[in-house]
């Protein structure tokens, strides 16, 4: 098991969160293996740590997504939609890792729920796991962005920065659709 926490300039004022150090040392202390992720930066000031605390930092390209799809996606070049046709970040198919929010929420890719560990337990919804069956994410293994689109007979911009934006996008045309799936309400911007 490794514990993988995010400490970057979107998060915070600097690349080192107080917060992010705090459980890095409170996992040493458990003997939990602990990582940190951080996303580049397009104006930053000063270089991304190669550690902190002692936990290695991977510092990783920004992802059009959340935030970044609303906000940061103005300033970037874009590409075709017709280019999308895989998800170049994550092993949708078989994950080897996934993300639980603070609600409970299981994620293969952020905003992309396989389950709640709240209401199902947790060993339940990883053995369950059937990505072709998903009706987010078999498109996505099939195709990716452009079939998740196609297979919902979305309309949708011609450009986009890469594809989470795309994908992003199509996801919160779908959210009334899919609203146990793509959860939480947050991750698309909602925070009522």
């Not at 915070?12 to 969160?17: C, K």
């Not at 409170?26 to 996303?39: C, M, P, R, Y």
């Not at 996801?171 to 911007?189: C, H, I, S, W």
Request: proline share 8%; glycine share 8%; with cysteine.
């Amino acid at each position: 098991m490794e514990l993988t926490l995010s400490s970057d300039l979107y998060q915070g004022e600097t690349w080192e969160i107080e917060q992010v150090k705090n459980a890095v040392n409170a996992a040493k202390k458990l003997g939990i293996q602990t990582g940190i992720l951080s996303v580049k930066y397009p104006h930053e000031c000063a270089p991304c740590p190669e550690e902190l605390e002692g936990a290695k930092v991977g510092l990783w390209e920004l992802m059009y997504k959340g935030r970044a799809a609303s906000e940061l996606v103005k300033t970037a070049s874009k590409r075709p939609w017709t280019e999308f046709t895989k998800c170049p970040y994550e092993p949708l198919e078989s994950p080897t890792r996934v993300h639980v929010d603070p609600l409970g929420y299981v994620h293969v890719c952020q905003g992309i729920s396989i389950g709640n560990a709240w209401q199902q337990p947790f060993s339940e919804i990883i053995n369950g796991y059937n990505p072709s069956a998903h009706p987010v994410i078999g498109p996505l293994i099939r195709g990716g962005p452009v079939a998740l689109a196609e297979k919902y007979g979305l309309s949708h911009e011609e450009l986009y920065a890469d594809a989470c934006h795309f994908c992003y996008n199509i996801r919160l045309a779908l959210r009334n659709r899919f609203p146990e799936t793509l959860a939480p309400k947050q991750m698309y911007g909602e925070l009522k």
